[in-house]
């Protein structure tokens, strides 16, 4: 079982800036593929941006040039940085865990482990 826990949601204004983080306890950090989707009430969960095992990086056509996925091996931690944030932007983000495939998925039912989220808000 891995253990995935996001941090650093919030409430900001349109236009600021959050980093959120996802700390796992996985042995091997660098052998998973690692995903941030979204979630408001009554949508289906969304794919915001992943991140390969061997670092190739893949967002939504909504959060491209905006997101930065990262990861740091060495604490275990991934990352989304999120500039220019949008009133649209607001829901639950969580991190997410997958075997390696040829590139990251962006549907949620091929990821194995979840976090329990993070509450962004962005107020217009």
């Known amino acids: 079982q891995v253990q995935l826990v996001e941090s650093g949601g919030g409430l900001v204004q349109a236009g600021a800036s959050l980093r959120l983080s996802c700390a796992s306890s996985a042995r091997t950090f660098s052998s998973y593929d690692m995903g941030w989707f979204r979630q408001v009430p009554g949508k289906e969960r969304e794919f915001v941006a992943g991140i390969g095992w061997i670092g190739i990086t893949t967002y939504a056509d909504s959060v491209k040039g905006r997101f930065t996925i990262s990861r740091d091996i060495a604490k275990k931690t991934l990352y989304l940085q999120m500039n220019s944030l949008e009133a649209e932007d607001t829901a639950v983000y969580y991190c997410?865990?997958?075997?390696?495939?040829?590139?990251?998925?962006?549907?949620?039912?091929?990821?194995?482990?979840w976090g329990r989220g993070t509450q962004v808000t962005v107020s217009s």
């Open positions: 997410a865990a997958s075997s390696p495939r040829v590139r990251p998925s962006a549907l949620p039912r091929e990821y194995e482990y």
